[in-house]
């Protein structure tokens, strides 16, 4: 689903895809890629941190694969070991500096908007779909779509309502925060 959900958008947008389940083999390695990864020590020190005394074996799996795909390989890895986000964030940059000049960005609020929509639509459709094959009642977390550039917040919907605030123009999914009097988003 995060190949068709990236396939869907249009050519010239630029985004950031990530996630354990993006692997090497699934993306390939290209200039336009680059790997976040932590040592084994420290993976297993975070994992820990979530989750003292947990079972990590499927979390280590999943480091293990990716690691294992990009021996190797010329892939751009960044070792993130002790590093805070604003550091990982500076390193990406750094990275693709050009490509992130020369590439389109939504830059004024209806562009943020618009790409903002595409994702909430695409977290929609698949889970309709789970919905559909598993019948359980679902409440998804989408992004905000109020478009200020710092916004992190999201929006807790449960399908019901979103066939109804999709068919509304953007913003139509805004967190309580951004919310204007009498808009129920």
């Known amino acids: 689903m995060i190949l068709e959900d990236i396939a869907s958008l249009p050519v010239e947008t630029a985004v950031v895809v990530e996630g354990a389940f993006v692997t090497p083999t699934m993306a390939g390695v290209t200039e336009n890629a680059v ?6 020590t420290e993976q297993l020190t975070r994992l820990e941190h979530r989750n003292p005394g947990g079972a990590h074996d499927g979390q280590i799996w999943g480091w293990n694969l990716i690691h294992n795909q990009l021996e190797g390989t010329t ?28 590439a389109f960005s939504a830059r004024t609020a209806e562009e943020r908007q618009s790409l903002i929509r595409i994702g909430n639509h ?36 449960p399908i019901e309502r979103l066939q109804s605030l999709l068919a509304n123009t953007p913003p139509s999914i805004v967190s309580p925060d951004h919310r204007s009097p009498g808009r129920d988003g």
Request: aromatic share 4%.
């Open 75 to 102: 892939a751009t890895i960044i070792n993130v070991d002790h590093q805070t986000i604003e550091q990982t964030l500076t390193a990406v940059e750094q990275r693709f500096n050009g490509l992130l000049k020369s």
């Open 35 to 40: 790997w976040l990864m932590p040592s084994k």
């Open 122 to 157: 695409q977290l929609a459709i698949q889970a309709t779909e789970r919905q559909k094959s598993d019948g359980r009642q679902t409440i998804l977390q989408l992004d905000c779509e109020c478009a200020q550039p710092n916004c992190t917040n999201f929006v807790e919907l």
